[in-house]
């Protein structure tokens, strides 16, 4: 079983929607978890951390439900530049290692 | 700036061919990392390193090496063993505690 799995999508929205994805991770034990964007081409960039209290900065929105093992990204108002892949990354127990999801793509419609 | 530099953008590798790829962060990060991205898949880590002069293999070490005699540089080379070596690389790194990663902005390797 993958440490991180995520649904690949395409998923294709009109500007100002509303999309959310998820993630799962199968190590109960893990420590920190992160929400990634990578451009085409391009290297990942952290969009946000997620907090178990659940955390919001600006349209984006990040959940964490240990009992259930997944964490989620909300996307208000979706713009053009929003479309990218988004990583879900998961922080192994002991600190050491970072284990990365395939990828979320995320295209957004004019 | 603070940051991480990995050079060359660009790497082509002919058949039999060692290659190395400079990896350098002026971030005072203890812990680096080296990742493989290939098409439509995540991240893979290839090696790691918590401190100098220490280095643990990770998923797909085999047909790579590292050095990690200082704390800035972390380079990797793609030895001849490594048999399917076009991919992008990218290194990472991070503070311990703060548990981010940072990543430079990679390099993509062909082959001839």
């Known amino acids: 079983r993958k440490e991180v799995e995520q649904d690949p999508g395409p998923f294709n929205v009109p500007e100002g929607a509303t999309v959310a994805f998820n993630c799962t991770y199968s190590?109960?034990?893990?420590?920190?978890f992160f929400w990634y964007r990578q451009d085409c081409r391009k290297e990942p960039k952290l969009l946000m951390s997620?907090?178990?209290s659940g955390n919001e900065d600006g349209r984006f929105t990040a959940q964490l439900n240990r009992a259930s093992q997944y964490i989620s990204l909300l996307i208000r108002d979706s713009k053009l530049s929003d479309s990218a892949t988004y990583l879900c990354?998961?922080?192994?127990?002991?600190?050491?290692?970072?284990?990365f999801g395939t990828g979320t793509s995320l295209t957004v419609i004019p | 700036d603070g940051g991480i530099t990995q050079s060359p953008k660009y790497l082509f590798r002919k058949e039999g061919q060692n290659v190395t790829l400079s990896c350098e962060q002026n971030?005072?990060?203890?812990?680096m990392y080296w990742y493989r991205q290939d098409p439509g898949q995540g991240l893979r880590l290839i090696y790691y390193?918590?401190?100098?002069?220490?280095?643990q293999k990770g998923d797909i070490a085999e047909g790579y090496s590292v050095s990690r005699e200082k704390k800035e540089s972390f380079p990797l080379t793609v030895t001849s063993a490594q048999k399917n070596p076009t991919a992008f690389y990218l290194c990472?790194?991070?503070?311990?505690?703060?548990?981010?990663?940072?990543f430079g902005a990679g390099t993509r390797l062909s082959v001839l």
């Open positions: 190590n109960s034990a893990s420590q920190s």
């Open positions: 990472a790194s991070s503070m311990p505690g703060r548990n981010i990663q940072y």
């Open positions: 390193s918590q401190i100098v002069n220490d280095f």
């Open positions: 971030l005072n990060h203890d812990a």
């Open positions: 997620v907090y178990s």
């Open positions: 990354v998961v922080n192994s127990n002991t600190g050491n290692q970072f284990y």
